[in-house]
């Protein structure tokens, strides 16, 4: 069974940073993409980044419109971990982050547990 667990949420005031990792239980090139979605209360789900994982392709980059030029999206094939650098958040980043994570070759869905980021002073 594909666990992932994230970790690295909590609370910064606006302006701050965090990282968040999500740790796969195997081997990340098990996975074709991951990426990190997030979910304000009262508002949809919504895709923050995402990034391909390994073949020529791999290392592309996506980002939402809100998180552009803010938030980094990398790998850590080693540890089998995504991370989302997030800096100069703001109140509206405020959300559970979820980290997702999508089969290489098969069409399958993997999700978290979710950790809180909270943009407050």
């Known amino acids: 069974q594909v666990q992932l667990v994230e970790s690295g949420g909590g609370l910064v005031q606006p302006g701050g940073s965090l990282r968040l990792s999500c740790a796969a239980s195997g081997n990340i090139f098990s996975f074709g993409a991951m990426g990190w979605y997030r979910q304000a209360p009262g508002k949809e789900r919504e895709l923050v980044a995402s990034?391909?994982?390994?073949?020529?392709?791999?290392?592309?980059?996506n980002y939402a419109d809100s998180a552009m030029g803010r938030f980094t999206i990398s790998t850590d094939n080693a540890k089998n971990t995504v991370s989302l650098q997030m800096n100069s958040l703001k109140p509206e980043d405020t959300a559970v982050y979820y980290c997702?994570?999508?089969?290489?070759?098969?069409?399958?869905?993997?999700w978290g547990q979710g950790t809180q980021v909270t943009v407050s002073s």
């Open positions: 990034i391909t994982i390994g073949g020529s392709r791999g290392g592309r980059t």
């Open positions: 997702n994570a999508h089969g290489r070759y098969v069409s399958v869905d993997y």
